[in-house]
């Protein structure tokens, strides 16, 4: 893997995990909890996050095949929920809107819900491991590099959250909302080249050059 395609995997990670996107809903999460424990709060919705997504990025395929469907299929399908997943970033509520909501619902259930799923480990987030890492198009080492990006995206995630505080005071609810929504136009075009790569590979028609980030 070439520098462009390693930086295209980190941008599309960091877009579909959407790290800033997550910190109101930390804060709304943690506003009963001791700030003495925010850490430990933090480390492990990050922890699980990981092993959810480190999941989807070993058996996602593997299920996708067994149940003897294409992955182009898949590819495209994927990319039709993440546009659609976009869209919901860019048009309906933010993210943070909306999970602080699903947060207040669940009366504080700690970090598992909603911070860990589905604020970090989302289902766009899922659903790109498992396109990124598609065992027909790259190596073992290539997904191995694709695993070390992820979890670097989740350690980026881990000091977002322990530096909630200051960068609360500079973004604010508002702000993180704009900022979703900037990141829902770059998973919009992300959503449209996986639907090209995945007529492509299913022979629906030629794409010149069709090797984008999914």
């Known amino acids: 893997m070439d520098l462009t395609a390693l930086l295209r995997e980190l ?59 294409r992955f182009g299929s898949f590819q495209i399908a994927g990319g039709v ?13 933010s993210k943070p809107e909306r999970e602080m909501a699903e947060a207040e619902r669940d009366h504080l259930s700690g970090a598992v819900f909603p911070l860990a799923m589905p604020s970090i480990a989302s289902p766009g987030a899922m659903l790109a491991i498992v396109v990124l890492t598609d065992n027909h198009r790259h190596s073992v080492s290539e997904q191995l590099v694709t695993a070390g990006l992820l979890t670097l995206v989740l350690v980026l ?24 929504r900037v990141m829902g136009i770059i998973l919009a075009t992300v959503a449209v080249d996986a639907i090209l790569g ?13 090797s984008g980030p999914l």
């Open 157 to 180: 995630t881990l000091l977002l959250l322990l530096a909630a505080a200051p960068l609360k005071r500079v973004l604010g609810n508002t702000g993180a909302g704009v900022v979703s």
């Open 81 to 93: 929920i993440l546009f659609l997943f976009a869209l919901t970033m860019i048009f309906g509520d």
């Open 198 to 210: 995945g007529l492509n590979a299913v022979g629906v028609l030629s794409v010149d050059g069709s």
């Open 11 to 69: 941008v599309t990670l960091f877009v579909v995990i959407d790290p800033i996107g997550s910190l109101p809903v930390f804060y709304f999460a943690t506003a009963s909890v001791p700030a003495a424990l925010h850490w430990k709060f933090a480390l492990r919705a990050v922890i699980v996050a990981w092993i959810v997504l480190m999941a989807f990025l070993v058996g996602g395929q593997i299920l996708l095949e067994g149940l003897g469907l």
